[in-house]
């Protein structure tokens, strides 16, 4: 009997720790692990518009982004050396990873079209992203900036540059931004967009929404191909009256790029119908036509530096 006895105490004790074990396995998240997918793409920026990307926590991001002139058609050509003599649009900019998922930036820009001198603060979160395993499908970011003209004002009221007030030179975007890897060669995005700008031309539009795509077509380790689309929904009576008015026809912002990474540097070399360089811009006012020639080449350059703690930039 006591044989018995001390058999059952034993599968007991057995029976309560492997229960205590699984239970253990129900609460303990670090049981499952999900890998995150990696290199969507190798830059926070696509061609012109922002990626699902983020920098790392600490590492502060130097950007330069320079737009030249017509590639052809009437200010292209040999005489601009294809656009070389001309710039439409440079920036610079520092961009800062508060964690992982969360950063924020400064730029400056020369500005394209009746707004220059432009001043942009710039934060972007990431909530989710992609796991290896399909646990989360997706990765998707929250991208939003406010920017400010220093341009003195014009006299002509009915232009984007004459300000009443201070608060007529700051426009806004704000822009949720999902994206998918495909294997381990192709990436697609959608990028949904609001344009609010405060002040306007006379039958432009202060508020505007857009519809971006983008993807990325993996060539090598180091090497992407791009491709990037924006559908500004501006409305037919707005698109007349700057046609017949102003001579002045609005088209969807096209670009393309090829995306190289070296190290802590990544360089891109891109062609875009759009003038600007900032979403505040180059969404509503692209007023330039592939078809025509006045699309042109341009360079982004990506160098990160790690502020504080060991140097962990992926090679």
């Not at 004790?13 to 890998?35: C, E, N, P, R, V």
């Not at 394209?112 to 710039?122: D, F, I, N, P, T």
């Not at 700051?170 to 890897?181: C, G, N, P």
Request: with cysteine; proline share 3%; hydrophobic share 35%.
């Amino acid at each position: 009997m006591k044989i018995i006895s001390t058999m059952l105490l034993c599968c007991g004790i057995s029976t309560y720790s492997q229960a205590q074990k699984d239970l253990g396995k129900i609460f303990d998240s670090t049981a499952i692990t999900h890998t995150k997918v990696l290199d969507t793409y190798k830059s926070t920026r696509i061609v012109q518009g922002q990626s699902t990307e983020m920098l790392r926590k600490h590492e502060l991001d130097f950007r330069v982004a320079h737009r030249f002139g017509d590639a052809g058609g009437q200010f292209g050509g040999s005489k601009t050396f294809f656009g070389t003599d001309n710039s439409t649009d440079i920036r610079i900019a520092f961009e800062y990873g508060i964690s992982d998922n969360l950063m924020v930036g400064i730029g400056r820009s020369k500005g394209s079209g009746a707004l220059q001198q432009l001043y942009e603060g710039l934060i972007k979160y990431r909530p989710l992203q992609q796991t290896t395993d399909n646990y989360i499908p997706v990765s998707l970011a929250l991208f939003g900036n406010m920017v400010i003209s220093g341009m003195p004002s014009t006299p002509d009221v009915t232009t984007a540059s004459h300000f009443a007030n201070g608060s007529d030179r700051i426009m806004y975007v704000a822009q949720a931004i999902v994206s998918r890897k495909f294997a381990d060669k192709l990436s697609l995005t959608l990028m949904p967009t609001y344009v609010h700008r405060n002040h306007v031309a006379y039958m432009d539009m202060n508020n505007m929404f857009a519809l971006g795509a983008a993807g990325r077509l993996k060539l090598s380790h180091r090497m992407g191909l791009l491709a990037e689309y924006y559908y500004p929904f501006r409305t037919q009576e707005s698109k007349d009256y700057y046609k017949a008015n102003k001579g002045v026809t609005f088209y969807n912002p096209l670009g393309v790029g090829l995306e190289i990474e070296t190290g802590g540097h990544v360089f891109s070399i891109t062609f875009t119908n759009s003038t600007a360089i900032l979403e505040n811009q180059f969404i509503p006012e692209t007023v330039s036509s592939w078809l025509q020639g006045q699309f042109r080449w341009g360079f982004n350059i990506s160098r990160r530096f790690t502020l504080f703690g060991k140097k962990d930039w992926k090679k």
